[in-house]
């Protein structure tokens, strides 16, 4: 990685393309489906709440940006990536553009789930899928890595999503200003799991970063 990117703070657009060109060098075809995915993201939230519309000024560095930084917490990760609550695609449809893993992404609206095949289709991104259900009702499937960016609260996500996680999984969970807070509201078992990173698009922000698997003997244990 260039020198200088571990502590750099992406606090305007220019900054958020920048590092991106930095850290992942996408070719043009990959720049194209980031800019259409930009597109077709402003233009569905007229139709339904994608995303907030304060932060449609702010895009790459909200969305796009905050969406590859947690791509580049796992850049060495292989096998399938399981996006909990992706709502418009973030961060799955961006790591799928930056990257070639097969991505699942789990949404039960519908609305949000059509969205997710029109962009999936026009991008031509056919090492994803779209899981149109509840989290609950999914079959379970091993995941080496787990991002959940807005999701619910850390301590139901986890017990949720646990059945999906190996000894390998690799946790990316942006819980902003409050991460260190709910990670010191989960069971001691739990915790050792997982570490805060600071988020690159807000200084005040967190993520928690974890590894491993946890099982039934470890659920509700403090």
Do not use: Y
């Not at 060109?21 to 996408?26: E, L, S, Y």
């Not at 994803?128 to 139901?156: G, K, M, N, Q, Y």
């Amino acid at each position: 990685m260039t020198e200088g990117l571990d502590s750099m703070i992406l606090d305007n657009e220019d900054a958020a393309r920048a590092w991106l060109r930095a850290v992942f060098d996408p070719i043009p075809t990959q720049w194209q489906q980031l800019e259409r995915f930009a597109a077709m993201l402003v233009a569905e939230n007229e139709h339904q709440n994608l995303i907030a519309s304060s932060t449609v000024s702010a895009l790459w560095v909200r969305h796009i940006a905050d969406s590859a930084q947690l791509l580049s917490l796992d850049r060495e990760g292989e096998g399938l990536w399981l996006d909990l609550g992706s709502g418009p695609g973030l961060p799955g449809i961006v790591v799928a553009i930056l990257s070639n893993r097969p991505i699942l992404l789990v949404e039960s609206r519908k609305r949000r789930c059509d969205f997710l095949r029109a962009v999936i289709a026009e991008l031509g991104l056919g090492h994803v899928e779209v899981a149109e259900a509840r989290l609950e009702t999914l079959s379970t499937v091993p995941a080496a890595t787990i991002s959940a960016r807005a999701f619910a609260p850390l301590d139901r996500l986890v017990d949720l999503s646990s059945r999906f996680s190996t000894e390998s999984t690799c946790w990316l969970l942006p819980k902003g200003r409050n991460a260190a807070k709910e990670l010191s509201l989960l069971p001691p078992t739990w915790q050792r799991l997982f570490h805060v990173e600071h988020s690159r698009t807000d200084v005040d922000s967190g993520i928690l970063v974890g590894r491993g698997k946890i099982g039934p003997k470890q659920r509700g244990k403090r």
